[in-house]
């Protein structure tokens, strides 16, 4: 396929974002972006405590990773960006930025065409036995294993007409790595 502009790893929290798109951006040599990073402390604060993000919570993040995303590839640079991106709105969003984002209409912006980020979905699906179970070993991180039954509530997983691979966790990484990198080819 034509090698597109960015790569999204999404999935539920523990299905292996971080871990796998590291990977892929240090296999591809593109920059690597951990949406994790790009929270607003009340954000943080409010995983931390166990309460699931609602959309006003997330638009405004992801707004901010898609500007990020255009800006990359507008300088030429191929960009690995994990991000959670549940439904199939978060994910427009980072394609398309504010102008589809279902709670910021912006006015002025309507006739605009917007700039569109050429994104390959790479979900990472998996159980929640098995993704559980992972996230109850996970050491160091700000989200609680409690909140995994919200996630997969939340979760749309995507379909056609998005351009998205689906790939099991329970491969090893370097099989996960594989197939993605078979995909691109
Ligand atoms: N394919 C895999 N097989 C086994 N363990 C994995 C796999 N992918 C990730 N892990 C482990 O699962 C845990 C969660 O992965 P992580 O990358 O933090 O997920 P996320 O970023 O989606 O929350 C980590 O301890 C990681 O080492
Ligand atoms: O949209 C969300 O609810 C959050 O982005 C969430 O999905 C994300 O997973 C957290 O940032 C925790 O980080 P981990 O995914 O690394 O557990």
């Known amino acids: 396929m034509a090698a597109p502009g960015a790569l999204l790893v999404m999935g539920v929290s523990g299905s292996g974002k971080s871990t796998v798109g590291a990977l892929l ?5 593109w920059k690597f972006y951990d949406a994790d990073d790009y929270h607003p402390e009340e954000n943080r604060m409010k995983m931390g405590k166990g309460i699931p993000l609602k959309d006003q919570d997330r ?6 990773l898609h500007d990020i995303l255009l800006r990359d590839i507008a300088s030429g640079q191929h960009v690995v960006l994990a991000c959670s991106a549940l439904k199939k709105a978060y994910r427009d969003v980072l394609i398309r930025g504010k ?13 605009k065409q917007p700039a569109e980020v050429k994104l ?30 919200s996630q997969f509530d939340t979760l749309e997983p995507p379909s056609a007409p998005e351009n998205f691979i689906q790939i099991s966790v329970d491969k090893n990484l370097s099989e996960i790595i594989a197939t993605v990198m078979e995909t691109l080819k």
Do not use: Y
């Open 59 to 64: 638009i405004p993040w992801l707004c901010n």
């Open 99 to 111: 102008e589809c984002a279902p709670l910021q209409c912006d006015e002025t912006g309507k006739d």
């Open 120 to 149: 390959l979905v790479v979900h990472l699906s998996g159980s929640f036995e098995v993704i559980s179970r992972r996230l109850l070993k996970r050491k160091g991180h700000f989200m609680p294993p409690e909140l995994l039954q």
């Open 25 to 29: 951006a240090s296999e591809l040599g």
